[in-house]
Nanobody
Framework: QVQLVESGGGLVQAGGSLRLSCAASGVNISINTMGWYRQAPGKEREFVAAMTWTGTLNYVSSVKGRFTISRDNANNTVYLQMNSLKPEDTAVYYC??????????WGPGTQVTVSS
């Protein structure tokens, strides 16, 4: 059974930084593509970033140059470093498995609030 647990969210001023963590169990993140998504109030959940099992990185255009996805294979954890945060980054951030070994598992999410 795959379990994902996000942490690291919080309240930060615009221009600040946060690092989110996604601790995974039941799936080996070094051979599985992992992604970060977010959902703002009243909006649909959207893709933010992904790291394929080969190490290729993908980002939504609105976070390019500000967010960085990475992983620690030894701790089976995926990170999202978020710099230069903006109020529009406020959302619940979720971790998701994107295959090939596991697809579609979600964590419960972590709240990120950016004040102006």
């Amino acid at each position: 059974q795959v379990q994902l647990v996000e942490s690291g969210g919080g309240l930060v001023q615009a221009g600040g930084s946060l690092r989110l963590s996604c601790a995974a169990s039941g799936v080996n993140i070094s051979i599985n593509t992992m992604g970060w998504y977010r959902q703002a109030p009243g909006k649909e959940r959207e893709f933010v970033a992904a790291m394929t099992w080969t190490g290729t990185l993908n980002y939504v255009s609105s976070v390019k140059g500000r967010f960085t996805i990475s992983r620690d294979n030894a701790n089976n954890t995926v990170y999202l470093q978020m710099n230069s945060l903006k109020p529009e980054d406020t959302a619940v951030y979720y971790c998701k498995t994107l295959g090939p070994w596991d697809f579609g598992s979600w964590g419960p999410g972590t709240q990120v609030t950016v004040s102006s």
